[in-house]
T-cell receptor, first 113, second 114 residues
């Protein structure tokens, strides 16, 4: 079974631009969660989608948004990029509920210049 | 509110020695508890999890953890460290009603020396 894939793996943007990251979950998984990892703040939850609906959201500004498609693939978008948005963005997929194992992708490394 | 505390951002052990990584949580209702490992330039891999039932949980690569409700702890142990265990380890919880929202500790970087 293929794992969680994230594209692109590396991205360089400049301040003010916007970016879209993609996540393809494991086949059959209906939930996709997104996390931001930085040296200063650690791993922080962004949001979770289940069956195309946002089920949970972290404490991030509205510049961070996401969506999920009918095939469970998910995208997250960051508008008006700031230097502090430089991070590793990880997505995780799971079958459905909280006790199910979340499988993480390798992440997208975003650098904002 | 700090939900997960990992004591020690860096731990160093000799190969063959006991590995003990500490994790405490703050929640009045016992959450679901997880340990993840992250190798350089990779995503997170689940080592083990506690949801209900037996409080001693065995995971992959010889790791295990014990849920102690009275101490609100979920420490990770391995009897004998191997060089390949060098990585960063994260304790995480899902609180009641939190769906799939993992709340992570700050992480502990484990170094294993010969």
């Amino acid at each position: 079974k293929a794992g969680v894939t994230q594209t692109p793996r590396y991205l360089i943007k400049t301040r003010g631009q916007q970016v879209t990251l993609s996540c393809s979950p494991i086949s059959g998984h209906r939930s996709v969660s997104w996390y931001q990892q930085t040296p200063g703040q650690g791993l922080q939850f962004l949001f979770e989608y289940f069956s195309e609906t946002q089920r949970n959201k972290g404490n991030f500004p509205g510049r961070f948004s996401g969506r999920q498609f009918s095939n469970s693939r998910s995208e997250m978008n960051v508008s008006t990029l700031e230097l502090g948005d430089s991070a590793l963005y990880l997505c995780a997929s799971t079958l459905a509920g909280g006790t199910d194992t979340q499988y993480f992708g390798p992440g997208t490394r975003l650098t904002v210049l | 509110a700090q939900s997960v505390t990992q004591l020690g951002s860096h731990v160093s052990v000799s190969e063959g020695a006991l590995v003990l990584l500490r994790c405490n949580y703050s929640s009045s209702v016992p959450p679901y508890l997880f340990w993840y490992v992250q190798y350089p330039n990779q995503g997170l891999q689940l080592l083990l999890k506690y949801t209900t039932g037996a409080t001693l949980v065995k995971g992959i690569n010889g790791f295990e953890a014990e849920f102690k409700k009275s101490e609100t702890s979920f420490h990770l142990t391995k009897p004998s460290a191997h060089m390949s265990d060098a990585a960063e380890y994260f304790c995480a919880v899902i609180l009641s009603g939190g769906y799939n929202k993992l709340i992570f500790g700050a992480g502990t970087r484990l170094a294993v020396h010969p």
